[in-house]
């Protein structure tokens, strides 16, 4: 039964299918947006199962235990983060302490990131790889804080306790704490699924994809499906900490989920469009300086009971 809650629903092939649903709806508005007509909806399907058909050209200098595990490794972390949401929210499964696990496994794919173009041995994937560590270190301490503000305020280590406890008194986001974590939170997601004005790492423009720059085929695969996997996680992650989780039962709560997930994919693609990309130096300020700040208010105002 495990293998089937990690294989199939609520991890991989569920979480796979709904996250590159999300990433074509994110690529459809992002057209619209520039007056596009925009991708078909299997387009994102599509382009993985290319990509998972074509060869892996390995780079003359790379180290190739480090370069070909790391897709493997973001993938599989990926679907375990994927799948202890759903076991939380869909089956109402957790342990004690959950939410540390969830955590440090949610940081695994992009220490993948950094450790597969740093094995690349180009100067490129190099630039790649330290933008990547820079951001993760930046977007981690604000991400902890709001993180540790929610524990606070539900006084549980795990996923359903957080959910229990906004059955009872009511939703984290509908309380000023609650809506300064909320707004630092999905900042923190915004640049940990590495879409602008976080892209520095990739930065198509400049860098030629960046951390990506010298994967090819299955491997760069195993990336983009882990990032459509996360980009299916975390906006449950965020439901899951400010907005009561995910219920589904009966056909109201299935809709009242499906608009908070949706609400919440439309916040991060509008984030996507209307800002330029800032350099790596200026996110790392932008993290340990206002959301840090914004973090420790959200934090104190918990504590005050507000």
Known sequence: M?????????????????????TWLDRKVTARVHYRVGPPWFQSFADVMKLMGKEVILPENARKTGFLLAPIIALAASTL??????LANYLNQGFVGDIIVFWYFLA?????????????GTPLSAVGSSREMKLLLGYEVPFIIVLAM????ADSLSLGGIIEH??????????????????VALLCVQAKLGLVPFDAPEAETELGGG?????????????????????????????TLFWGGVQ??????????????????????????????LRIDQAVKFFWGW????????????????
Do not use: C, H
């Open 150 to 153: 929610v524990i606070f305020r």
């Open 2 to 22: 495990q293998a089937f809650y990690y294989l199939i629903f609520p991890g991989f092939l569920f979480a796979a299918v709904v996250g590159l649903l999300t």
């Open 81 to 86: 983060v994927a799948t202890m949401l759903g």
């Open 248 to 277: 589904i039962g009966g056909g109201l709560g299935i809709l009242w989920a499906l608009l908070k997930y949706i609400l919440i994919v439309a916040l991060i693609t509008v984030i996507r469009n209307t800002n330029p990309r």
């Open 108 to 120: 695994v794919p992009s220490i993948m990131i950094i450790i597969g173009s740093a094995s690349a």
């Open 291 to 306: 959301m840090t700040i914004l973090a420790v208010i959200a934090f104190i105002l918990r504590v005050k009971g507000l």
């Open 211 to 239: 951390a990506f720059y010298d994967y090819s085929g299955a491997a760069l695969g195993g990336f983009k499906l882990s990032k459509a996997i996360l980009f299916y996680s975390l906006p449950i992650f965020l439901i």
């Open 166 to 183: 906004q059955i009872e008194s009511g939703p984290i986001l509908y309380s000023l704490s609650g809506v300064i974590g909320f707004i």
